[in-house]
């Protein structure tokens, strides 16, 4: 069974950088793993941040970035503001049109 | 503006069916990818389903495959998840989104409870 792996809950103060990962039990992620990356807040329907490891959504700001770091996707935010307290998710195309969503990281700002 | 306005959801129960929709305009409905995502109470979001944009081709999780399908009128612009042999664990909010690869748009949900 195809697990994808994200940090637990973690904390950024205001101002500063974080960088999510998004890993894969069976390996390496890559490029061919199309990750892609959404921004949630309770109650709301998901917002994408990043498609296909690095492209950002329209309307996203350029304090966030995607791209591979080692064998893992990662979104790095960079100058972080309260507002980007949420639940982050990432997704993975796996194989044969399935995709599979990591557990999500809670990003607390303090 | 790409808008995604799902509907059908409800309380059923358990061992029963239901049939979600999903109403997309401002695009070229038949040119996209759709997926079915349910999120449920305090859990994180769960990848369903996906269907190609000429209906041809379908994919589904392991945890509802058999019991769920996926299918699109491109003439009525619309996207459905027919839900068969409901089981308590699919309690959930259940969005759809427009193609993962393209940046996905999402609609706000509509909430599935299944319970006696």
Request: proline fraction near 4%; charged fraction near 15%.
């Amino acid at each position: 069974q195809t697990v994808v792996t994200q940090e637990p809950p973690f904390s950024v103060s205001p101002g500063g950088t974080v960088t999510l990962t998004c890993g894969l039990n069976s390996g390496s992620v890559s490029s061919d793993n199309y990750p892609s990356w959404f921004q949630q807040t309770p109650g709301q329907a998901p917002r994408t941040l990043i498609y296909k490891t690095n492209i950002r959504s329209s309307g996203v700001p350029d304090r966030f970035s995607g791209s591979i770091l080692g064998n893992k996707a990662a979104l790095t935010i960079t100058g972080a503001q309260a507002d980007d307290e949420s639940d982050y998710y990432c997704l993975l195309y796996i194989s044969a049109d399935i995709w599979v969503f990591g557990g999500g990281t809670k990003l607390t700002v303090l | 503006e790409v808008q995604l306005v799902e509907s059908g959801g409800g309380l059923v129960q358990p061992g029963g069916s239901l049939r979600l929709s999903c109403v997309a305009s401002e695009f070229t409905f038949s040119n996209y990818w759709m997926h079915w995502v349910r999120q449920a109470p305090g859990q994180g979001l769960v990848w369903l389903s996906s269907i190609n944009g000429d209906g041809s081709r379908a994919a589904y999780a392991d945890s509802v495959k058999g019991r769920f399908t996926i299918s699109r009128d491109n003439a009525k612009n619309t996207l459905y998840l027919q839900m068969n042999s409901l089981r308590g664990e699919d309690t959930a909010i259940y969005f759809c989104a427009r193609e993962i690869n393209r940046g996905a748009s999402w609609g706000q949900g509509t909430l599935v409870t299944v319970s006696s």
